[in-house]
């Protein structure tokens, strides 16, 4: 599947539900959204059952307020053979200006799985642009380091005391 046919866009108007009491978004509702976003994109690709394997460090440039529009816009970065990295821009517009700004961004990665739940493998990814390709580079760095950020972290939880 060629990379920009991966792109999707979902959107949605903040409520005061998603809010605390200054109304600003709860950081976690911006989560979820893009957890959302990047799991139709990697459904799309896959044309299968996926799961969230690994979000990237969030930070939230700016607050997203009660009324504002959040649109994420995600596409597929890299594909190996069962999962993909797929990559997500968070823009926020206030509807009463018509002002945009970009809140955040962040990287997921995900795993396609069979009805037994055990990992299948995805399409190749097809590149077509000299941006896709630097995505795709970019992608393959974040790998290597979650790679081995995974290999010197110990078995199982610390000190969880088998909860």
């Not at 600003?24 to 893009?34: A, E, R, S």
Request: proline share 4%; aromatic share 6%; hydrophobic share 45%.
């Amino acid at each position: 599947m060629r990379a920009a046919d991966t792109a999707i866009e979902l959107s949605a108007l903040m409520q005061p539900a998603d809010a605390n009491f200054l109304g600003v978004i709860h950081g976690g509702v911006i989560l979820k959204q893009i957890d959302e976003a990047a799991g139709t994109c990697a459904y799309r690709f896959a044309r299968t059952r996926v799961v969230t394997a690994a979000i990237d460090r969030m930070s939230f440039h700016f607050p997203v307020q009660i009324g504002n529009l959040v649109v994420c816009k995600a596409s597929v970065n890299w594909a190996g053979h069962s999962s993909m990295e797929i990559g997500v821009r968070v823009e926020a517009e206030d509807l009463a200006t018509g002002e945009w700004l970009h809140t955040n961004s962040a990287y997921l990665v995900f795993v396609a799985i069979d009805a037994e739940r055990r990992p299948t493998p995805v399409p190749e990814l097809l590149l077509e642009t000299a941006d896709e390709r630097l995505r795709w580079a970019a992608a393959e760095e974040r790998r290597r380091v979650r790679l081995a950020e995974r290999d010197r972290e110990p078995e199982g939880p610390a000190g969880a005391g088998g909860v």
